[in-house]
């Protein structure tokens, strides 16, 4: 059974606080389509490409208290998009349950590993010496995937083996954790109903 005789696995998510108001439409079975605005300009750029190499239809509002600073709002898009992954998923029949990517980015090289386990861990491991990329602070990088990890709850193992650039390195982490993820969603009717011993993946 080809991918394209599976139904279609989408899911939207809203979540609001009294700091951000946040919505997240996902086809996990998309084509790459991408509509972000979450007023931070290089965290858009990174979504962006995320849904891009990741096969993801992907829209992302937000309205948040970026007087503040970025960090409520990066935060809670990171949040509902690991919400929006784990309602999209499903019961996981058939899924291949793990990805893996490298990715270079000119001077860096990164590697994500996935497993859509249904149990939380997040390892990163990234030198980001500049305290910020354009209008994201660095410190956010790893807060967003520990935020998806425990949303989403997947195992993720994200990892920058080399580079100069934190562009660079933050870049190519975003695509890589996107190709792991493509990887890991892609189901084939040869892959067992669930991929676990246990029966679940839940």
């Not at 190709?179 to 246990?198: C, F, I, N, P, Y």
């Amino acid at each position: 059974m080809p991918e394209s005789a599976f139904s279609p696995r989408t899911a939207s998510v809203e979540r609001t606080t009294a700091e951000t108001a946040v919505s997240v439409d996902l086809n996990l079975d998309g084509d790459g389509t991408y509509e972000v605005d979450t007023g931070v300009g290089f965290f858009d750029h990174m979504l962006d490409l995320f849904a891009k190499h990741g096969g993801l239809d992907l829209t992302v509002q937000c309205d948040g208290d970026l007087a503040v600073d970025d960090h409520h709002t990066v935060e809670d898009v990171a949040i509902t998009l690991g919400q929006v992954l784990r309602q999209a998923l499903g019961d996981k029949t058939h899924i291949a349950r793990y990805g893996h990517a490298y990715v270079p980015m000119d001077d860096a090289l990164a590697r994500a590993v996935i497993d859509l386990s249904g149990r939380s861990y997040c390892h990163f491991e990234a030198s980001l010496d500049r305290g910020q990329v354009g209008d994201l602070s660095t410190e956010m990088v790893e807060h967003v995937w520990r935020s998806v990890s425990e949303h989403a709850r997947c195992n993720l193992h994200l990892t920058v083996l080399h580079g100069h650039n934190a562009h660079h390195k933050i870049e190519a982490l975003f695509k890589a954790a996107a190709r792991a993820l493509r990887s890991a969603v892609r189901r084939r009717a040869d892959h067992a109903e669930v991929a676990s011993t246990k029966g679940t993946l839940s």
